[in-house]
């Protein structure tokens, strides 16, 4: 089952999208106020996540969630993110794909995005990159993923996107 984790530092949005996606029957699996929060949540509970994320938090930005999430083998693979931001100018053009809301948004799209991206199955092994590939080879690999792993964005930024498009 996919279930959705709001992650935006401003505490009336989240509330107001946990709200709208709930009434449509939405199951929002938790919030949280940074990236390194999610992250956190992300690891506690490893099913599929449709990620709406701001881009402008503290701590953890949006796009450095997104960069961390990228070289993680299984939380790349598997996870869905749709950016939520009132500057997407301030997205990086390595993630220009990611499907993006501009606030304020209106609520039929908040829905189709995320409908969109419920909807989505996850890439083939064809079109990960190799340390995903091992990783899911393995299944015994631990993640490597932690809130100050992001460092390594360098070295997966290559291979992204790790999804067929």
């Known amino acids: 089952m996919t279930t959705v984790l709001i992650v935006d530092d401003d505490t009336a949005i989240r509330t107001t999208v946990r709200a709208i996606l709930e009434l449509y029957g939405y199951e929002v699996c938790g919030e949280a106020a940074d990236g390194r929060l999610a992250i956190e949540h992300l690891l506690a509970h490893p099913q599929r996540h449709i990620i709406l994320l701001d881009l402008e938090m503290p701590r953890m930005t949006g796009a450095q969630t997104l960069e961390l999430l990228a070289c993680e083998p299984l939380a790349s693979w598997s996870h869905s993110s749709i950016v939520m931001s009132g500057n997407l100018g301030r997205l990086p053009p390595a993630f220009a794909h990611v499907p993006a809301l501009s606030k304020p948004f209106d609520i039929d799209d908040l ?55």
């Open 111 to 165: 829905l189709a995005y995320v409908e969109a991206e419920a909807s989505r199955v996850p890439a083939s092994q064809a079109t990960t990159c190799p340390i995903q590939r091992e990783a899911v080879r393995r299944r015994d690999t631990p993640p490597r993923l932690s809130a100050e792993s992001h460092d390594e964005w360098s070295r997966c930024q290559a291979y992204w996107p790790p999804r067929s498009m």
